[in-house]
């Protein structure tokens, strides 16, 4: 062990030092397992083209498949979220046709996402509190 008042000394026993080269070091490892698996397990990464004659070139390609990788998930993720939305309008519609339910504003949880669904085509918010204030008024005012 080198003496306490030199460099290397400092540099084998700081604690500060090791702790930013052991996160630099697992922040690297992360990110090339992340390009590696996005490169060999998505379709968009296995269009990118790389070349080392020209790095800058490869790695706008792999941004722009990123995006587009990004963008693609999203799109099939909404998707999916507006089949879920929209089966769940068909059963408070099957509910209230054969009496499972009560109609229009009375309630119910598919009465909900139809409300939820016309709120954000009109761009309005509304907090979780406001609707389950008028919920309870509403059970209320049936109880009396």
Sequence with gaps: MPSPDTWTYWALTSRQLHFYLSLGILFVLAGTVSVSNFLNTNEYGRQVQWDWH????????????WKASVEAESKRVAEARKRL???????????????????????????WAVRDKDMREHGKQVLVEQVLAEQTAKAEAEKR
């Design 54 to 65: 020209s790095p800058g070139e490869s790695l706008r390609s792999f941004g722009k498949m």
């Design 85 to 111: 939305v929209e089966d769940v309008e068909k059963r408070g519609e099957y509910r209230r046709a054969h009496g499972l339910e009560k109609a229009g504003e009375e309630g119910g949880f598919g009465d």
